[in-house]
């Protein structure tokens, strides 16, 4: 069984993990190269990567690939794995030279996972890699607007980062064997599958990753300084109208800003702003003064955040959510082969 799994899944691995080996080579061979980088000259060290087309395209393929591994995983080994033997009636043929279901179906998953596993702790050799742009950014040296700026923690690079990589990857397995034996269509179960891990890689860090966390308060006063957005009213034709709408920079490095609000002096939120402020746009120094008048009037600006130190608590936490869902669909799996097929 285990000679037969090989031959069945040899060609579509070799393509993953030997893209996923020479990718971990490439890091391994540049990774010093970032540090020294950044322990030389971290004040400069953004402007010195923004320059290096090299570590950047590594950057921006490996955050990539850690994203496309589940769903290559998922569609290509998974789903197929079962479907493709129930589509054929070659599953009828391996039934009757006495091995049963359950050991059919155990190695057939066991290698397909040990490889998944493989290729999904690419994870980890990125996140080894980007240890100095963390560092750098917890160190507020990040300016800009570049992805590589981006706090790890941040949903748009939280997936392809430490332990949830590798996690997800197992569960895509799991979703694509799934759907493989309830539809018994390959085409079918491959389409599904991919919809389901892309819909849970955009989902879970909006849903489920603010909620692992214990989330920080703060209060910041309202000045020149902390504001970085205002919107107001008005148009053309009718002037300048009051502030709608502040926002402020979150003076915490490497930190995710889950919301932030606007609070009068009694701590009740602004749905209307002082009518005084629709005098406010006269220049910088007359914004500037309404803004020091904002903060006199015991106006603030109210944030909750998840500060970065947590980054690895969430990791663990998602990732033992995740191979708990993987291990449920792989119960599930086991039953229904038993039971129905």
């Not at 190269?33 to 010195?48: G, H, T």
């Not at 130190?309 to 039953?335: D, K, M, N, P, Y």
Request: glycine share 10%; proline share 5%.
């Amino acid at each position: 069984m285990i000679w037969l799994t090989w031959r069945q899944l040899r060609l579509s691995a070799l393509v993953v993990l030997t893209t996923v080996a020479c990718f971990a080579i490439a890091l391994a061979a540049t990774g010093p190269q970032l540090a020294n980088m950044f322990a030389e000259a971290p004040e400069d060290f953004f402007d010195q990567l923004g320059i290096d087309d090299t570590k950047q395209a590594l950057f921006d393929f490996g955050t990539g690939l850690v994203y496309a591994v589940p769903a290559l995983v998922g569609v290509f080994w998974g789903a197929p794995m079962v479907a493709r033997e129930l589509e054929a009636g070659t599953h009828r043929l391996v039934w009757t030279q006495s091995v049963t279901r359950t050991r059919w179906l155990a190695t057939k998953l066991g290698l397909t996972a040990l490889a998944g596993l493989a290729a999904g702790l690419v994870g980890l050799a990125l996140t080894w890699w980007c240890a100095p742009i963390d560092d750098a950014i917890a160190g507020g040296y990040s300016e800009g607007g570049m992805l590589l700026t981006v706090p790890r923690l941040n949903p748009v690079l939280f997936g392809a980062r430490g332990l949830v990589p590798a996690a997800m990857t197992l569960l895509a397995l799991a979703l694509g064997v799934t759907a493989g034996l309830l539809l018994r269509r390959t085409v079918a179960a491959m389409a599904v599958t991919l919809v389901a891990v892309v819909g849970l890689q955009v989902a879970l860090p909006q849903l489920v990753q603010p909620h692992l966390g214990d989330p920080v308060a703060l209060d910041q006063e309202i000045s020149e300084e902390t504001i970085r957005g205002i919107m107001a009213g008005g148009g053309p034709g009718s002037g300048p109208g009051p502030f709608q709408r502040l926002e402020a920079d979150l003076e915490k490095p490497g930190a995710w800003l889950l919301s932030q609000q606007t609070v009068d002096p009694s701590g009740a939120v602004v749905d209307e702003f002082p009518a005084w402020t629709t005098d406010c746009g006269g220049g910088r120094d007359a914004m500037a003064a309404c803004l020091d008048r904002l903060t006199d009037e015991g106006y603030r600006q109210q944030m909750t955040y998840l500060p970065a130190s947590q980054f690895w608590r969430i990791q663990v936490l998602e990732t033992a959510i995740l191979v708990l869902l993987a291990g449920g669909l792989t119960g599930f799996c086991f039953w229904r082969i038993r039971r129905d097929l």
